[in-house]
């Protein structure tokens, strides 16, 4: 397995329970990145130090992955290397030349690979959009395989004129989530937890929340995340100072905290894969007030568990925030079927690692 994933070693809860799984069905290896002051490595993994200069660091991870993948082929000699994304696909495809390996090369497919330099990072990064698309596209059409983890990614998939081998949920650290919910607060808070970029929509939640928030007092907004776009969350600090906090980061247990004392999960992203925090807003029972883009849809249905815009319809965002924030009612009547719709996307550490088995089993075969 290949990606940029950092892990920290040894691993611990249900990512140690998942690699369990999945050692126990394939013999396996992981090529990923370490934390500046973690273990590089142990009999599974492989991981690679962060670059010095922290601006480089991603550039520095892709430009190595092809003379890594090609070293570890050439003393590991995997039936299949699963790849993250297109771009680490690329990355296998040059290291598999590299080593003279005839091993498969397998593309998972999260989320619209794209965003990557549309709608991420710095300004400079979208320069690089053209040559990071044409390397993608690439990529997806000469890997031996696709595997897609939703509807929406499969469709993805399809546009770009390949047929996905498998679809199946990625693996989803959720255990913290799975205890019951409490009710709702009797103060209304709304939670948006994401990286600020872009991608969220960042920019289009401070224009929601200015709309929202003289139209509800008594509300607040809790921020968690960080990212280019921190100086957002800072303005909004320091126009409702008295109805906004933020966050940059948190442990689990305290996301699920977060999620407990929230009425609702606010989430206006303007490009979506999976939805990871989606599900788990809704097994904490929380209603998810959302953009209709990416894969959102196939989480959130509309005015069932949540309620779904266009991610530059800031003044329905808005209204949604009035509705839901000031109508208990209404917002327990959207939470009733939150956690129901939560619990169908679980899955168990050995039920991903038997679909990884046959994935790689199918690739082998075909």
């Given at each position: 397995?290949?990606?940029?994933?950092?892990?920290?070693?040894?691993?611990?809860?249900?990512?140690?329970?998942?690699?369990?799984?999945?050692?126990?069905?394939?013999?396996?290896?992981?090529?990923?990145?370490?934390?500046?002051?973690?273990?590089?490595?142990?009999?599974?993994?492989?991981l690679a130090r962060p670059f010095p200069v922290r601006t480089l660091d991603g550039a520095s991870f892709y430009l190595r992955l092809p003379f890594r993948v090609a070293r570890e082929l050439q003393r590991f000699p995997a039936d299949a290397v699963l790849t993250q994304?297109?771009?680490?696909?690329?990355?296998?495809?040059?290291?598999?030349?590299?080593?003279?390996?005839?091993?498969?090369?397998?593309?998972?497919?999260?989320?619209?690979?794209?965003?990557?330099?549309?709608?991420?990072?710095?300004?400079?990064?979208?320069?690089?959009?053209?040559?990071?698309?044409?390397?993608?596209?690439?990529?997806?059409?000469?890997?031996?395989?696709?595997?897609t983890v939703s509807p929406y990614t499969s469709a993805l998939v399809r546009e770009a004129g390949v047929q996905p081998a498998a679809e199946f949920p990625a693996f989803m650290d959720l255990d913290p989530f799975l205890v019951p919910p409490r009710p709702l607060p009797e103060r209304p808070t709304a939670l948006f937890v994401g990286v600020l970029e872009r991608y969220k929509n960042v920019d289009g939640l401070a224009e929601i929340w200015r709309r929202a928030a003289p139209r509800i007092p008594g509300a607040t907004l809790h921020i968690v995340g960080c990212g280019t776009l921190d100086g957002v969350a800072e303005g909004l600090v320091h126009s409702f100072p008295s109805q906004t906090t933020w966050s940059q980061t948190l442990r689990t247990e305290e996301v699920v905290t977060a999620m407990d004392d929230a009425t609702l999960l606010l989430l206006p992203s303007r490009s979506e894969g999976m939805g990871r925090v989606v599900v788990e807003g809704l097994l904490r029972g929380r209603p998810v007030v959302a953009s209709r883009v990416g894969g959102i849809p196939d989480l959130v249905e509309h005015d069932v568990n949540g309620l779904l815009f266009d991610p530059e319809d800031h003044a329905g965002f808005a209204r949604a925030l009035a509705c839901l924030l000031s109508d208990p009612v209404e917002a327990e009547r959207l939470a009733s079927a939150a956690r129901s719709a939560g619990e169908r996307l679980v899955a168990s550490p050995a039920d991903y690692a038997r679909s990884v088995r046959g994935l790689v089993e199918s690739t082998d075969h075909s």
């Amino acid at each position: 397995m290949a990606g940029r994933t950092r892990y920290r070693l040894p691993l611990d809860g249900s990512l140690r329970r998942k690699f369990d799984a999945l050692e126990g069905e394939v013999d396996l290896r992981v090529l990923g990145s370490a934390p500046a002051d973690g273990p590089s490595g142990d009999g599974v993994f492989r991981l690679a130090r962060p670059f010095p200069v922290r601006t480089l660091d991603g550039a520095s991870f892709y430009l190595r992955l092809p003379f890594r993948v090609a070293r570890e082929l050439q003393r590991f000699p995997a039936d299949a290397v699963l790849t993250q994304s297109p771009y680490e696909a690329a990355a296998a495809l040059l290291g598999r030349r590299f080593a003279r390996s005839r091993t498969r090369v397998v593309v998972d497919v999260h989320g619209d690979w794209r965003t990557f330099t549309r709608l991420y990072g710095s300004p400079a990064r979208r320069l690089l959009t053209p040559l990071a698309e044409r390397v993608s596209s690439a990529a997806l059409r000469r890997a031996d395989a696709v595997r897609t983890v939703s509807p929406y990614t499969s469709a993805l998939v399809r546009e770009a004129g390949v047929q996905p081998a498998a679809e199946f949920p990625a693996f989803m650290d959720l255990d913290p989530f799975l205890v019951p919910p409490r009710p709702l607060p009797e103060r209304p808070t709304a939670l948006f937890v994401g990286v600020l970029e872009r991608y969220k929509n960042v920019d289009g939640l401070a224009e929601i929340w200015r709309r929202a928030a003289p139209r509800i007092p008594g509300a607040t907004l809790h921020i968690v995340g960080c990212g280019t776009l921190d100086g957002v969350a800072e303005g909004l600090v320091h126009s409702f100072p008295s109805q906004t906090t933020w966050s940059q980061t948190l442990r689990t247990e305290e996301v699920v905290t977060a999620m407990d004392d929230a009425t609702l999960l606010l989430l206006p992203s303007r490009s979506e894969g999976m939805g990871r925090v989606v599900v788990e807003g809704l097994l904490r029972g929380r209603p998810v007030v959302a953009s209709r883009v990416g894969g959102i849809p196939d989480l959130v249905e509309h005015d069932v568990n949540g309620l779904l815009f266009d991610p530059e319809d800031h003044a329905g965002f808005a209204r949604a925030l009035a509705c839901l924030l000031s109508d208990p009612v209404e917002a327990e009547r959207l939470a009733s079927a939150a956690r129901s719709a939560g619990e169908r996307l679980v899955a168990s550490p050995a039920d991903y690692a038997r679909s990884v088995r046959g994935l790689v089993e199918s690739t082998d075969h075909s």
